[in-house]
Nanobody
Framework: EVQLVESGGGLVQAGGSLTLSCAASGFTFDDYVIGWFRQAPGKEREGVSCINSSNGRTYYADSVKGRSTIDSDNARRTVYLRMASLKPEDTAVYYC???????????????????????WGRGTLVTVSS
């Protein structure tokens, strides 16, 4: 069974940092791009960051670029998203997602669209207080 299990969410002060984890199982890890999306109440789900484990390439949304780092521990099949300088606007449920690599290569799915995602985690809530 495919599973993506997020952890690391919680309440943090503005300006603080946290690290989110996504533990993957049930599929060939290296054949998928692993990404993070987030969804605030009443808002569309938006891409935050993703990593292509097969070549190590990473991508970041403009909203988090420069203050976030995504990396992968392939042996543990876990992807981490480290976020710093958190803002109240970062408050959202953060979801881990897996996209079959050929879809990304073909351009039929991207790290920043919630359409075409193969697998979703259940999400972890990040709340950033003012």
């Amino acid at each position: 069974e495919v599973q993506l299990v997020e952890s690391g969410g919680g309440l943090v002060q503005a300006g603080g940092s946290l690290t989110l984890s996504c533990a993957a199982s049930g599929f060939t890890f290296d054949d998928y791009v692993i990404g993070w999306f987030r969804q605030a109440p009443g808002k569309e789900r938006e891409g935050v960051s993703c990593i292509n484990s097969s070549n190590g390439r990473t991508y970041y949304a403009d909203s988090v670029k420069g203050r976030s780092t995504i990396d992968s521990d392939n042996a543990r099949r876990t992807v981490y998203l480290r976020m710093a300088s958190l803002k109240p606007e970062d408050t959202a449920v953060y979801y881990c997602a897996a996209i079959w690599l050929p879809r990304v290569v073909a351009g039929t799915a991207t790290c920043f669209s919630a359409i075409g995602i193969d697998y979703w985690g259940r999400g972890t809530l990040v709340t950033v207080s003012s």
